[in-house]
């Protein structure tokens, strides 16, 4: 059974700094894409960062230039680096793991961001 692990998010201040993790585990099968998608209440969820099993990254417009996201394939996680938070990034942020033909999701954590 996949299992993902979320950890690192929290409540900071506009302008600061969050790291977020997830790990997966439970599985000895090819990773493909990961990526952190995130949801405010009232909205959508959306796409914030992804990144393939060679390394491309691709990014939401809103993040370019703030948010950096990384992967350790020999553990099986994925980071996303979030710089100058700003009030609007406020979100559950949740990753998201594809093994083909599966996705998993992680169970989210939150992001507050003040102002």
């Not at 952190?36 to 960062?49: D, F, N, S």
């Amino acid at each position: 059974q996949v299992q993902l692990v979320e950890s690192g998010g929290g409540l900071v201040q506009a302008g600061g700094s969050l790291r977020l993790s997830c790990a997966a585990s439970g599985t000895r099968s090819r990773i493909d894409a990961m990526g952190w998608y995130r949801q405010a209440p009232g909205k959508q969820r959306e796409l914030v960062a992804t990144i393939t099993s060679s390394g491309n990254t691709n990014y939401a417009d809103s993040v370019k230039g703030r948010f950096t996201i990384a992967r350790d394939n020999a553990k099986n996680t994925v980071y996303l680096q979030m710089n100058n938070l700003k009030p609007e990034d406020t979100a559950v942020y949740y990753c998201k793991v594809q093994m083909w033909p599966t996705n998993y999701w992680g169970q989210g954590t939150q992001v507050t961001v003040s102002s």
